[in-house]
């Protein structure tokens, strides 16, 4: 049974620091793309960042570049996000997922899903 298990969700103020982490089993994703996604109340799931398991080549979206760093650590079957400089705009609900093609950023192009980390930015 595959699994993702997100962590280390929390109320930080605007201008903090909070390190997410996503906990990986059931099968191996040496091939697939493990991204973040967010989802704010009243508003669409989106993309946040990405990583190739194997090869690492994170991807970005636009409005969390230079703030936010996707990695992993293959030994431990984990990936992180790091989030720094939050904003109260960061507020969502944060979801890891794992994908068979690389570079994509769309919901559907993911196929695993974990069950999401709360991140509350207070301003």
């Known amino acids: 049974q595959v699994q993702l298990v997100e962590s280390g969700g929390g109320l930080v103020q605007a201008g903090g620091s909070l390190r997410l982490s996503c906990v990986v089993s059931?099968?191996?994703?040496?091939?697939?793309?493990m991204g973040w996604f967010r989802q704010a109340p009243g508003k669409e799931r989106e993309f946040v960042a990405s990583i190739r398991w194997s090869a690492g080549a994170p991807d970005y979206a636009d409005a969390v570049k230079g703030r936010l760093t996707i990695s992993r650590d293959m030994a431990k079957n984990t990936v992180f996000l790091q989030m720094n400089s939050l904003k109260p705009e960061d507020t969502a609900v944060y979801y890891c997922?794992?994908?068979?093609?690389?570079?994509?950023?769309?919901?559907?192009?993911?196929?695993?899903w974990g069950q999401g980390t709360q991140v509350t930015v207070s301003s």
């Open positions: 059931g099968r191996t994703f040496s091939n697939y793309a």
């Open positions: 997922a794992a994908a068979r093609s690389w570079w994509v950023t769309k919901q559907y192009d993911y196929e695993y």
